[in-house]
């Protein structure tokens, strides 16, 4: 997880402060307006991104039941400097969820142009997912549980990753599907059961494991070869 220090709100820390400052002397208003509205805004979206990194290790330590006020304390500031960022809890979630989203998407790509053949290529994904929920289940229950108040917002992250990660499955099931024989034009449909298979296969160990998991056991690895097996050859016995 990133380690991110936020020890007070951006008004109390040294050297930066809400507003960027006054204009140089040289700049026409129009100029100085727009050069100030830009300060403005990278100052706010590094803040942001601060405070996301922040509220996701406290996540991590913390636990997914953590509160608005408990995540703040965890963090160093006040809830109401949480709510100027984030508008609500919901926000919170999405913009965890967009961080995690981000980490994830390169590590999937990385593992699909990595393997030999198509089938280590799923096989390799269906590792990373499950490497990331061992890693930090707390956060993972974090983005994708839905809040009442914003379920529609809380899980598009997750909406937003099922699809780019089917997107980086179609060429991998097209070469299994044509070395099978089948229809290549079959492979988009296969990589949208495929996402919900996995992730319903790995809400159900979360909830079912006996206690906290490496990334690295011998059973989540065992378990992501045993799912890549499903997907690619169903349950059929190989022959001896």
């Known amino acids: 997880m990133s380690r991110v220090g936020v020890d007070r709100p951006a008004t109390e820390r040294p050297g930066i402060r809400e507003d960027p400052g006054a204009p140089e002397t040289s700049e026409t208003p129009e100029t100085s307006v727009d050069g100030r509205t830009r300060r403005w805004d990278s100052h706010r979206a590094a803040r942001r991104t601060e405070l996301t990194l922040a509220a996701r290790k406290a996540v991590h330590h913390g636990g997914p039941e953590l509160s608005m006020d408990e995540i703040a304390a965890a963090i160093g500031t006040s809830k109401s400097i949480v709510y100027r960022y984030f508008s609500d809890r919901a926000g919170l979630q999405r913009a965890v969820g967009e961080a995690v989203l981000h980490d994830l998407g390169t590590a999937l790509a990385d593992a699909s142009h990595g393997a030999a053949t198509p089938e280590g290529a799923l096989r390799a994904m269906v590792g990373v997912y499950l490497e990331m929920v061992a890693a930090s289940p707390s956060v993972y229950l974090f983005v994708t549980n839905r809040d009442e108040r914003g379920a529609e917002d809380a899980s598009?992250?997750?909406?937003?990753?099922?699809?780019?990660?089917?997107?980086?499955?179609?060429?991998?099931?097209?070469?299994?599907?044509?070395?099978?024989?089948?229809?290549?034009?079959?492979?988009?449909?296969?990589?949208?059961?495929?996402?919900?298979?996995?992730?319903?296969?790995?809400?159900?160990?979360?909830?079912?494991?006996?206690?906290?998991?490496?990334?690295?056991?011998?059973?989540?690895?065992?378990f992501a070869d045993a799912i890549a097996d499903w997907l690619c050859h169903g349950t059929s016995l190989p022959a001896d």
């Open 156 to 222: 598009a992250p997750m909406r937003v990753l099922a699809h780019d990660t089917a997107e980086l499955l179609v060429p991998v099931l097209t070469q299994v599907l044509e070395g099978a024989g089948r229809p290549a034009e079959l492979a988009p449909v296969w990589a949208a059961g495929v996402i919900g298979f996995v992730r319903g296969a790995a809400d159900l160990w979360l909830a079912e494991r006996p206690g906290p998991d490496d990334a690295e056991s011998p059973a989540l690895l065992a």
